[in-house]
């Protein structure tokens, strides 16, 4: 079984290297969410959800600036091997503001400064820049 966070991550990569404008993923009520905060940061276009019942998928749009992609990288900082968390206290910038840390917290999934503002920590999912 895949990780979801992983899937998410590779498939933007794959997408951005190919030069593709859209990209489909299956769906998941977590994988719904990092895309909410995705369109919220600037990072996509949009997103929406496609399919009925059964086989449901969300198609991201993605953004290029003069031939260039808006997501310059993703890492992914916990795994299925090795989770890694981190209090409200202990989140740092991503590239000195310039990228975003993707966590998910009891306040549902949010970005480094939104979770430094709220005073929450948690789960360490994945660094964008």
């Not at 899937?7 to 990209?23: E, F, M, R």
Request: no cysteine; proline share 3%; glycine share 8%.
């Amino acid at each position: 079984m895949v990780d979801p966070i992983s899937q998410i991550i590779i498939n933007i990569k794959n997408a951005n290297a190919a030069g593709k404008a859209t990209l489909t993923l299956p769906y998941s009520k977590l994988k719904e969410s990092v895309l909410e905060v995705l369109k919220r940061e600037g990072f996509i276009k949009d997103f929406r959800k496609m399919g009925k019942k059964v086989i449901k998928t969300l198609e991201v749009e993605l953004i290029y600036i003069d031939g260039k992609a808006r997501i310059e990288g993703v890492q992914q900082i916990s795994k299925n091997s090795r989770r890694t968390y981190a209090k409200a206290k202990e989140i740092k910038p991503v590239l000195n503001g310039y990228g975003s840390l993707i966590l998910t917290t009891p306040k549902g999934i949010l970005t480094d400064r939104e979770a430094k503002k709220e005073k929450v920590g948690g789960e360490v999912l994945f660094k964008i820049w």
